[in-house]
C-alpha cells in the first residue's frame, strides 16, 4: 500500500533551520505532484508548498516565500522541506502528500487535490 513517512521534524530556536523529509512507498513516485501542508493546534490544516512532477515548478505559501525551499529526487522516492529563519508562527505539524497528475509540470495547492497523506511530524519553534 502506499505510505508516506515524514521525518526531520523537533524543536528549535526562532532563527534556526530545519529539513523535512518524506519517503514515499507503494506508489510511482515520478507520477505524482508532492505538497507540504501544516496545521497548528486549533487551526485548519494550510497549503506550505508544493512541487510539480518533474521538480521543475515549485510554488509557496506567501507566509513561507524566501525561508522554505521544496525540492525532490525522484531517484530516492523523497520530497524535502528546507526549512530557513523559522518563527514561532511556523509551529504546528507538518505533512506531507501526494497528487497524481496526468503532465510532468502538473502541480496543486488545494488540498482536497491530494490522493495520498503521511502521518505527519511536529515541528516546534521557541521564541
Known amino acids: 500500500q502506499v505510505q508516506l513517512v515524514e521525518s526531520g521534524g523537533g524543536l528549535v530556536q526562532a532563527g534556526d533551520s530545519l529539513r523535512l523529509s518524506c519517503a514515499a512507498s507503494?506508489?510511482?513516485?515520478?507520477?505524482?505532484?508532492m505538497g507540504w501542508f501544516r496545521q497548528a493546534p486549533g487551526k485548519e490544516r494550510e497549503f506550505v508548498a508544493a512541487?510539480?512532477?518533474?521538480?521543475?515548478?515549485?510554488v509557496y505559501a506567501d507566509s513561507v516565500k524566501g525561508r522554505f525551499t521544496i525540492s525532490r529526487d525522484n531517484a530516492k522516492n523523497t520530497v524535502y522541506l528546507q526549512m530557513n529563519s523559522l518563527k514561532p508562527e511556523d509551529t504546528a505539524v507538518y505533512y506531507c502528500?501526494?497528487?497524481?497528475?496526468?503532465?510532468?509540470?502538473?502541480?496543486?495547492?488545494?488540498?482536497?487535490?491530494?490522493?495520498?497523506w503521511g502521518q505527519g511530524t511536529q515541528v516546534t519553534v521557541s521564541s
Open positions: 502528500a501526494a497528487d497524481w497528475g496526468d503532465a510532468g509540470s502538473y502541480y496543486s495547492s488545494a488540498l482536497y487535490d491530494y490522493d495520498y
Open positions: 507503494g506508489l510511482a513516485f515520478s507520477t505524482y505532484a
Open positions: 512541487i510539480s512532477r518533474s521538480g521543475t515548478i515549485t
